[in-house]
């Protein structure tokens, strides 16, 4: 393999490719969580009453138990 006559050459690309797929994951994974880091159930229960999708006493028994 070239260790026995000292012409041993290093080939990155496997440590390339590993820190490559590092990479991609640690961007995703920051992309989801500032996605998600906002959100807030009730300000979610409030446009579904604006929509009529929800009644008020609805949004005031889910406001309660969120609140709890």
């Known amino acids: 393999m070239g260790v026995e006559d000292q012409s ?7 440590a390339l490719f ?8 640690v961007v995703r994974i920051f992309a989801i969580r500032s996605r998600y880091k906002d ?3 009730l300000t979610h229960l ?3 009453v604006s929509k009529g999708e ?4 609805e949004y005031q028994r889910f ?3 969120l609140t709890k």
Request: aromatic share 24%.
């Open 39 to 41: 959100f807030d159930p």
């Open 8 to 14: 041993y050459s290093f080939f990155p690309f496997g």
């Open 63 to 65: 406001k309660e138990l």
């Open 54 to 57: 929800m009644t008020e006493a």
């Open 18 to 25: 590993c820190l490559t797929l590092f990479c991609f994951v």
């Open 46 to 48: 409030k446009k579904l």
